[in-house]
């Protein structure tokens, strides 16, 4: 496999994933489980209540049910964002725990959508490696920017030449 856990070097990376990804990541589900967890234990526990017209039992069900689908939606989208910085030679993907370098060889395509206000991008790798053969980041439309300004080539063979400064609309 041409992946490794990278270990410290001089290189100069530049990071290309947003800066709201960490809090995306890890504050936001924290914050909203802990306290939606919260509520649904004391609705669970609690037997004198009434919401609006539904019983107690029925409303009980919908919040957990909602809650549970919420949580696994986070888990499939949310949960699955990686930090992704490029340098000369290979590109790094952390999951903020650990960081592996592929190689660019190693790298088939990568691919973006536009969701609003965020820019979906998922580096697709012709073999998997730790995180499997797509990753999933939230871009930097500047800091996609930089990069292809300081390196055009590597930027071109990847396809990101979209990005470029003149072309940003936000």
């Given at each position: 496999m041409n992946e490794r856990v990278a270990e410290d070097s001089n290189h100069k990376t530049i990071n290309v994933s947003s800066s709201s990804t960490?809090?995306?990541?890890?504050?936001?589900?924290?914050?909203?489980?802990?306290?939606?967890?919260?509520?649904?234990?004391?609705?669970?526990?609690?037997d004198?209540?009434?919401?609006?017209?539904?019983?107690?039992?029925?409303?009980?069900?919908?919040?957990?049910t909602s809650f549970f689908l919420i949580v696994a939606t986070m888990y499939f989208t949310i949960f699955k964002l990686k930090r992704v910085e490029f340098d000369e030679q290979f590109v790094y993907i952390t999951n903020y725990i650990k960081i592996f370098r592929y190689p660019y060889e190693n790298v088939e395509k990568i691919t973006h959508a536009k969701y609003g206000i965020w820019l979906v991008m998922?580096?697709?790798?012709?073999?998997?490696?730790?995180?499997?053969?797509?990753?999933?980041?939230?871009?930097?439309?500047?800091?996609?920017?930089?990069?292809?300004?300081a390196q055009p080539e590597r930027a071109a063979q990847l396809g990101l030449m979209?990005?470029?400064?003149?072309k940003i609309v936000d």
């Open positions: 960490v809090f995306l990541k890890y504050f936001l589900p924290t914050i909203w489980i802990v306290f939606f967890g919260t509520l649904m234990i004391v609705f669970l526990f609690a004198q209540f009434r919401a609006g017209t539904l019983s107690p039992m029925t409303f009980k069900v919908i919040y957990t998922r580096v697709h790798l012709i073999k998997g490696g730790f995180f499997g053969k797509k990753s999933t980041f939230l871009g930097s439309k500047k800091k996609l920017a930089a990069f292809i300004e979209d990005f470029q400064e003149e």
